[in-house]
């Protein structure tokens, strides 16, 4: 008697089984996904108009890039010890100590105008330097954890639908992306203030992190928590390192020169919609009869079009992890670093008026068709058991030298002239690119 051989093509689950198995493995899986919308939505309602509201108390150009680099050092040196205390204290308390102290820096973003100039050493510095210590504690939850998404996806996936697994969960997150930015927008244009307006937007932000901690405080269940009684320190970083799989690491140097570039700019595209362009929008719309007038601000207008890029990821992320199942992860992401990298020069000398804009950033939403397969080419090469490690060890050195790429763009900026800033970046983004294309590698799953 033969045994059939099982149709793996008819088993294979559709593009968001992933995303629903991701829900049905356990409560703690979704009630961390719901602390993940929550902060994600605080976050990005917030985070992508800080540089605006910095210059708004009175910080320079350069000061802004400084900005960026101090969050680039966070993303860099945040999952370490946020690993560490985790071990030592159990996943609910560290859940709802990270949650704390991100729900604490929106708050200090909230009051900063009201906290005032400080002097130090009898130099007086302005109330921008309390988006610097916001910024310290807000980011502490998003920086929290990575690794063991990965690990967890990487578990419940099988190794040639990686790109697909890692796409239903980034549709998830990226969902809080989309509503983050135009939520604010709606609030920013409730005031023509922007000092005013934005600090309504804190304080929702503040709301979500509030709900967000209670909620994973009192909702997870801590029962299986094991306690650890140290960390092993710089040996085991080193260790680590070692180990990173060959394969990663012509991925790692294309990555860290794609995200240095972008690094370079980041903090500077609500600006040069805000400052540089001045560009918002007025016009009338008509809806069955009806005729809506439209007066948006620039910094209104820049929450729409971030929304514009993320409702562009999200309709891209799951059919690009398709077709990489079809023609391989290295194409898809080289496409994603593509669009990171000429994004830039793209925005710099793109027409200053609204219709432009939304085509320009419509256009950066395709950056993101490269993300899951991107993260499929990290976590895929690793040992079963080893993603959460590996990951880390990746993103510790991609995020360790990016870290000075935003204050370099901000000398630029303030010192030089944006348009080089700009240029200077593409060039960067565009030959990690093209050292990727040559030495990249593709998991062996894809081939």
Do not use: C
């Amino acid at each position: 008697m033969t045994t059939r051989e099982p149709d793996t093509q008819a088993e294979a689950p559709g593009p968001f089984e992933t995303f629903r198995r991701f829900f049905a493995l356990e409560r703690d899986v979704l009630v961390l996904s719901l602390a993940m919308f929550a902060f994600s939505l605080g976050f990005q309602m917030t985070n992508r108009f800080l540089p605006e509201y910095l210059v708004a108390l009175g910080a320079s150009g350069f000061v802004v890039g400084l900005f960026g680099t101090v969050g680039n050092v966070i993303s860099a040196v945040y999952p370490y010890p946020g690993g560490a205390i985790s071990d030592r204290i159990g996943s609910r308390y560290s859940l709802t100590l990270f949650g704390l102290v991100s729900t604490l820096g929106f708050g200090i973003w909230l009051l900063a105008p009201d906290l005032g100039a400080l002097s130090v050493a009898g130099v007086t510095i302005q109330p921008w330097l309390w988006v610097f210590v916001g910024l310290l504690l807000a980011q502490a939850w998003k920086s929290f954890g990575l690794g063991a998404t990965f690990a967890v996806v990487k578990q419940a996936t099988d190794p040639s639908r990686l790109a697909a697994g890692f796409a239903s969960t980034e549709t998830f997150r990226r969902t809080a992306f989309l509503v983050g930015p135009v939520l604010a927008a709606v609030l920013i244009g409730l005031h023509p203030a922007f000092t005013v307006s934005f600090r309504y937007v804190l304080a929702v932000a503040v709301g979500f992190g509030v709900v967000g901690t209670l909620a994973q405080h009192f909702l997870y269940d801590a029962s299986e928590d094991t306690i650890g009684d140290s960390f092993a320190g710089v040996g085991e970083i080193r260790r680590d390192l070692r180990e990173m799989p060959a394969a990663l690491r012509p991925l790692l140097v294309g990555d860290t020169l794609v995200r240095f570039a972008n690094g370079m700019v980041y903090v500077f595209f609500v600006l040069v919609i805000t400052q540089l362009y001045e560009v918002g929008l007025e016009a009338t719309v008509s809806v069955a009869g009806f005729s809506y007038a439209l007066d948006l601000s620039p910094a209104a207008f820049f929450g729409y079009l971030l929304g514009v890029e993320m409702l562009i990821a999200l309709l891209v992320m799951a059919p690009a992890a398709k077709v990489a199942e079809r023609v391989g992860l290295k194409p898809v992401v080289a496409l994603g670093f593509a669009v990171y990298a000429v994004f830039p020069i793209v925005l710099i000398n793109a027409p200053a008026t609204w219709g432009a804009m939304v085509l320009v950033f419509a256009f950066s939403g395709l950056r993101f068709a490269g993300l899951p397969s991107h993260k499929a080419l990290i976590v895929g090469p690793a040992e079963q058991g080893a993603g959460g490690r590996v990951t880390g060890t990746y993103y510790l050195l991609r995020n360790t030298v990016v870290i000075p790429s935003a204050a370099l763009g901000g000398y630029l900026w303030e010192f030089v002239n944006p348009e080089l800033a700009f240029t200077i970046a593409a060039a960067i983004g565009l030959v990690g690119t093209g050292y990727f294309l040559v030495f990249g590698e593709e998991f062996d799953a894809y081939t």
